[in-house]
């Protein structure tokens, strides 16, 4: 009884650490490709707009460069989840924000909720497509007065951004492959990073 116990426990240790320990070059990547993603929309944001106006860089870029620098591995993390997920739930976001304009109490859980359940229909599921979704209903007067055209700058832009950063940053050493779909990582490495 007591060897299957120390049996249990050494293999639950495996499987929770073995999802959570990441080496130090994995850090290294992680890091270089979640800062250049970001910069390169932060940088895009200071180039073509005044301070007053950042609506170019919004929160749930952050979450989506978690997953796809981080977690590159999670279906969460795939291209179409990514690209997808972000746009329907934008869409939906002001669609909702449009129809329901002043219920905050209403508009903010329902393009939430409903956002989930597109990306989910899809096949698309993308955690940062939620906020996305929010952002559209609770964000500034700005983003407000953007309308669907949020849907495309800063969404689809910046989400295309992370996305070629990812492709680049993901591929580089052979630990790290980016999307799961081999076919698709061997063409990108062989597009970029072609031997002599």
């Known amino acids: 009884m007591k060897k299957r116990i120390n049996r249990g426990l050494r293999i639950s240790r495996y499987v929770i650490y073995k999802e ?7 850090h290294f ?7 250049i993603g970001i910069a390169l929309i932060a940088f895009f944001q200071s180039f073509i707009l005044t301070k007053e106006e950042n609506i170019f860089l919004i929160g749930s870029f952050g979450a989506s ?6 977690a590159i591995q999670s279906p969460l993390a795939q291209p179409r989840n990514l690209i997808l997920g972000n746009v329907i739930s934008a869409a939906i976001g002001v669609s909702i924000a449009k129809v329901l304009p002043d219920i905050i109490w209403i508009t903010a859980p ?11 229909m899809i096949k698309a599921l993308h955690p940062p497509g939620g906020a996305a979704a929010l952002i559209a209903v609770i ?10 055209l949020y849907v495309f700058t800063p969404v689809l832009t910046g989400t295309l951004i ?13 630990h ?3 999307p799961n779909d081999r076919r698709f990582g061997h063409s990108i490495k062989r597009l970029f990073f072609k031997k002599a």
Do not use: C, H, P
Not at 111 to 120: G, K, T
């Open 20 to 26: 959570t320990l990441v080496d130090y070059k994995e």
């Open 29 to 35: 990547w992680s890091f270089l490709g979640a800062f």
């Open 65 to 70: 460069s978690v997953l796809i620098y981080g």
């Open 110 to 120: 329902l393009a939430v909720s409903l956002s989930i359940v597109s990306m989910q």
């Open 139 to 148: 964000g500034s007067e700005k983003i407000q007065e953007l309308g669907y």
């Open 162 to 174: 992370l996305f070629f950063v990812a492709l680049i940053f993901n591929n580089i050493t052979k």
């Open 176 to 178: 790290r492959k980016y």
